[in-house]
């Protein structure tokens, strides 16, 4: 892939960010990357409330589009994007017509750290999800990330812990049971917030926690480092066969946690701690006689790392960020070329969304309101 060309609202500012990065052209508007014949595919970093309109616009000209993540503003700006884009891929028949991709960018999804810490997950049995994402307080007040006009706001900005826990439980969540958020002081938009505490409830019994801060104080966030970007899954008490024990009338149970420190850019540094608390207990009383814990750190920066069978023997380098990782699944999917198997299709960043738009319910909060750009719409 070749970064061909760059525009911004602010020419000189497009300028001096080619310069730096060696990109060869400059175009003088978004439109204008969209008409060029030379390009192919385009990166939608824009903010959040112009998601919908550039990629369905991107899309109608056939680019395909990795686009920065939220989706889009709500769950039915989503559900638009994503049938939008399903008619472009349908051929003549209806068939698939090998139409332009799109890919949200959950840039952390594609990394073989993430990859290693959900395979040490059985979904189905795990019991407690939670992911965080605390940032320090480094934007202005006045920053896009506090501009409800422009879909601003901590769950659409940290989005992240949301996707995490789906990424866990591998299932969609019944409900939100509650979110306390902070919204931003006067004469601040007060319609923004900058922290959120959400808990869910998900099928099968399942709990989660969900927290992020666009506003943390510098002396929190040295405190707690771990939680800048941590996932945690809990599983379910798991009676082990154990033959001998069975002679006894005993049963042993393990219980595993599986933490991964810094799920977000693991290139740089990350930890997977698996612990599996086991206890040996009578049957027909439930006492427990015996009670161990075995506990291990993983790491995986590079594919081979993950002990994954056909993951493993894909080529990789310990330095390369998530953001190559993504790109690559991007391209992969593209040229039609097998990937890792880590993608995220269009439904499934609908039922994100969806996951947001139920915290905002919840809080009590406006939803972020709707594009009224639609397809075939003026330029």
Same mark, same amino acid.
């Given at each position: 892939?070749?970064?061909?060309?760059?525009?911004?609202?602010?020419?000189?500012?497009?300028?001096?960010?080619?310069?730096?990065?060696?990109?060869?052209?400059?175009?003088?508007?978004?439109?204008?990357?969209?008409?060029?014949?030379?390009?192919?595919?385009?990166?939608?970093?824009?903010?959040?409330?112009?998601?919908?309109?550039?990629?369905?616009?991107?899309?109608?000209?056939?680019?395909?589009?990795?686009?920065?993540?939220?989706?889009?503003?709500?769950?039915?700006?989503?559900?638009?994007?994503?049938?939008?884009?399903?008619?472009?891929?349908?051929?003549?028949?209806?068939?698939?017509?090998?139409?332009?991709?799109?890919?949200?960018?959950?840039?952390?999804?594609?990394?073989?750290?993430?990859?290693?810490?959900?395979?040490?997950?059985?979904?189905?049995?795990?019991?407690?999800?939670?992911?965080?994402?605390?940032?320090?307080?480094?934007?202005?007040?006045?920053?896009?990330?506090?501009?409800?006009?422009?879909?601003?706001?901590?769950?659409?900005?940290?989005?992240?812990?949301?996707? @995490?826990?789906?990424?866990? !439980?591998?299932?969609?969540?019944? /409900?939100?049971?509650?979110?306390? &958020?902070? =919204? #931003?002081?006067?004469?601040?938009?007060?319609?923004?917030?900058?922290?959120?505490?959400?808990?869910?409830?998900?099928?099968?019994?399942?709990?989660?926690?969900?927290?992020?801060?666009?506003?943390?104080?510098?002396?929190?966030?040295?405190?707690?480092?771990?939680?800048?970007?941590?996932?945690?899954?809990?599983?379910?008490?798991?009676? @082990?066969?154990?033959?001998? !024990?069975?002679?006894?009338?005993? /049963?042993?149970?393990?219980?595993? &946690?599986? =933490? #991964?420190?810094?799920?977000?850019?693991?290139?740089?540094?990350?930890?997977?701690?698996?612990?599996?608390?086991?206890?040996?207990?009578?049957?027909?009383?439930?006492?427990?006689?015996?009670?161990?814990?075995?506990?291990?750190?993983?790491?995986?920066?590079?594919?081979?790392?993950?002990?994954?069978?056909?993951?493993?023997?894909?080529?990789?380098?310990?330095?390369? !960020?998530?953001?190559?990782?993504?790109?690559?699944?991007?391209?992969?999917?593209?040229?039609?070329?097998?990937?890792?198997?880590?993608?995220?299709?269009?439904?499934?960043?609908?039922?994100?969304?969806?996951?947001?738009?139920?915290?905002?319910?919840?809080?009590?909060?406006?939803?972020?309101?709707?594009?009224?750009?639609?397809?075939?719409?003026?330029?």
């Amino acid at each position: 892939m070749v970064i061909h060309a760059v525009a911004a609202r602010d020419r000189k500012k497009a300028e001096a960010y080619a310069k730096k990065h060696r990109i060869p052209v400059v175009l003088d508007s978004y439109q204008a990357i969209l008409d060029s014949p030379d390009i192919d595919a385009v990166y939608i970093p824009l903010p959040n409330g112009l998601h919908f309109e550039w990629a369905v616009k991107a899309l109608d000209k056939g680019k395909h589009v990795l686009l920065e993540k939220p989706y889009v503003s709500n769950a039915e700006e989503a559900a638009m994007l994503l049938d939008h884009s399903a008619a472009l891929q349908k051929g003549p028949e209806g068939g698939k017509g090998g139409g332009p991709v799109i890919l949200e960018a959950f840039h952390y999804r594609f990394q073989p750290a993430w990859l290693l810490f959900v395979s040490l997950l059985r979904p189905a049995d795990v019991a407690h999800a939670e992911a965080s994402m605390l940032i320090p307080d480094i934007f202005p007040p006045d920053d896009i990330r506090f501009r409800y006009d422009i879909a601003g706001g901590a769950l659409l900005d940290l989005t992240y812990s949301l996707s @995490v826990v789906r990424g866990i !439980l591998q299932t969609e969540p019944l /409900e939100c049971t509650a979110c306390e &958020t902070a =919204t #931003m002081p006067e004469p601040y938009d007060t319609r923004c917030e900058y922290r959120y505490d959400a808990s869910w409830a998900f099928p099968n019994g399942a709990t989660a926690r969900t927290r992020g801060n666009l506003r943390t104080g510098w002396w929190d966030s040295l405190k707690g480092l771990g939680d800048l970007a941590r996932a945690k899954a809990v599983h379910k008490p798991t009676v @082990v066969a154990d033959s001998s !024990l069975a002679e006894k009338g005993e /049963e042993k149970v393990v219980t595993r &946690t599986v =933490t #991964m420190i810094n799920f977000l850019m693991a290139a740089l540094w990350h930890r997977i701690d698996v612990e599996d608390e086991f206890v040996v207990r009578k049957k027909d009383t439930g006492e427990v006689t015996r009670r161990w814990v075995v506990k291990e750190s993983r790491k995986a920066y590079t594919f081979s790392e993950t002990g994954i069978e056909g993951l493993k023997e894909r080529a990789s380098e310990p330095h390369w !960020l998530t953001y190559k990782h993504q790109l690559d699944a991007f391209v992969d999917r593209v040229r039609g070329r097998e990937g890792t198997g880590a993608w995220i299709d269009g439904e499934d960043s609908v039922r994100q969304m969806k996951m947001v738009d139920m915290a905002y319910g919840k809080a009590g909060l406006l939803l972020r309101g709707t594009s009224k750009f639609r397809t075939g719409a003026g330029e």
